[in-house]
């Protein structure tokens, strides 16, 4: 029986953490740092995502099997390399894998390299041009900090003011930090956008359910963009012909390509999609289990976990086929009242036993922590309420009435999670 090891501390987390709790293959599970949620389930450990040394030293000392890396900073700071170093079986792409998140100018050039259909784009590490680049192309148009922005470094402007302003904003005055040192600056891409996440052992790829998210933080995709709001599938637009098509034209190539330069990918990539028309192009590459889209594909996934991951880690995908439950999910994220701004923690939650009732609903946590027997609000997005059902509107329904039942000063959440459903 097998121990395992989860890095991270938000929904995702709690979502992985769960799905491999039904695994027959697993004793124990521990996560660093892990959350208020998570700790129902598996013993959290004080060790930040970050710090290679500390978990390294705990997968030797608790005779770890396999560690599961869910966000993108260690990813694309080198956990994955420190781990294999020391011959610790790891889930997750290497550091040089990494960049296709980790810089957008890697996996732009990488896109072009091998014909992987995105938009137009140019590479600027001086604003002036940038500028001048921006008045000669046009609004409107997409700017990019190159580097990590935690979901946030995206801003599509649809005026010459907005993207000045934007560039100002990433190159200036350093919004993201070094995350901005470079920017990249493409053309803004028509139509829809989905999430595609697959598998992957380095040679061969398998796809999860398609899915939806909302970046933006307000009804009808306004306001700043953030981590997720919401997500849900299944997703109409992502037809069996635009399946076929991600994975001939996009998923295929980029495994083949990393491969060839010399960086195999095992992990999961996640590919963001806008699709126009039936064909679907990339917007970004991340290289991780997607927040929110991993609380609504993992409830219809009827395969183990733990033997998909260590497939992937030995390199027997190709062993595996992926089964999916009939029916559809849909997942509110609650947060903190001004987040992606400054919020206020320690905020009393309640609700989350009656909630606990109600059927073919789970409550992912992310930003919780408990105190003297409460649960209370510790981060921007503080939970991901997830419903499942036959159809998408029942699940949509189920998810929202048991967000009803959840409160605490200042909660906020989008109401309109799956609008282009109810709007079809």
């Known amino acids: 029986m097998a121990n395992v090891l989860v890095i991270g501390s938000g929904a995702r987390e709690h979502a992985l953490a769960w799905k491999l709790k039904q695994s027959k293959f697993i004793d124990r599970i521990y996560c660093a740092p892990g959350n208020a949620g998570i700790k129902q389930i598996a013993r959290c450990v004080d060790y930040s995502a970050d710090d290679a040394q500390g978990i390294t030293e705990f997968c030797k000392q608790m005779f770890i099997d396999l560690v599961v890396v869910g966000p993108e900073d260690p990813l694309c700071n080198g956990l994955v390399d420190t781990l294999k170093e020391n011959e610790i079986k790891v889930f997750g792409p290497t550091k040089a894998a990494a960049q296709l998140e980790g810089s957008k100018a890697f996996a732009k050039e990488f896109m072009k390299k091998y014909e992987i259909p995105t938009a137009d784009f140019q590479i600027f590490d001086n604003a002036t041009k940038a500028k001048e680049y921006v008045r000669e192309k046009g609004v409107p148009i997409v700017v990019k900090a190159d580097g990590l922005a935690a979901g946030k470094g995206s801003i599509v402007c649809k005026t010459l003011e907005d993207a000045i302003n934007g560039i100002d904003t990433i190159m200036v005055k350093k919004k ?40 933006a933080i307000y009804d009808g995709d306004k306001g700043p963009n953030t981590g997720g709001m ?9 037809t069996d012909k635009v399946m076929k098509r991600v994975y001939r034209d996009i998923l295929v190539p980029t495994i083949q390509g990393m491969a060839k330069e010399g960086v195999p990918f095992v992990g999961c990539l996640y590919a963001g999609l806008m699709i126009h028309n039936s064909e679907p192009k990339i917007v970004e590459f991340n290289v991780r289990f997607g927040d929110p889209e991993t609380q ?16 992937c880690v030995e390199g027997t995908l190709n062993n595996h086929e992926i089964k999916n439950r009939e029916g559809a999910t849909c997942c509110v994220v609650m947060a903190s009242g001004g987040y992606p ?24 946590h992310a930003g ?4 003297n027997g409460k649960y209370l609000t510790n981060g921007g997005r503080v939970l991901g309420v997830t ?38």
């Not at 919780?368 to 105190?371: E, F, H, I, P």
């Not at 998408?392 to 459903?421: C, L, M, P, Q």
């Open 176 to 215: 993201f930090k070094d995350a901005g040192n470079k920017i990249v600056i493409e053309e803004f891409m028509q139509g829809e956008e989905a999430s595609i996440l697959a598998l992957s052992d380095g040679k061969t790829v398998k796809t999860l359910v398609p899915s939806q998210d909302h970046k």
């Open 230 to 238: 919401g997500a849900y599938t299944p997703v109409p637009i992502v």
């Open 296 to 311: 609504v594909i993992l409830p219809l996934l009827h395969n183990d976990l733990y033997e998909l991951l260590l497939a």
């Open 341 to 364: 701004g400054n919020y206020e923690k320690d905020k009393e939650i309640s609700g989350l036993d009656t909630v606990k009732q109600l059927p073919n609903i789970y409550v992912f």
């Open 368 to 371: 919780t922590k408990r105190k």
């Open 387 to 424: 419903g499942t059902g036959t159809m998408i509107k029942e699940a949509i329904d189920k998810t929202y009435n048991a967000v009803a039942n959840i409160s605490w000063e200042r909660e906020y959440h989008r109401t309109d999670i799956g609008f282009r459903i109810k709007n079809a």
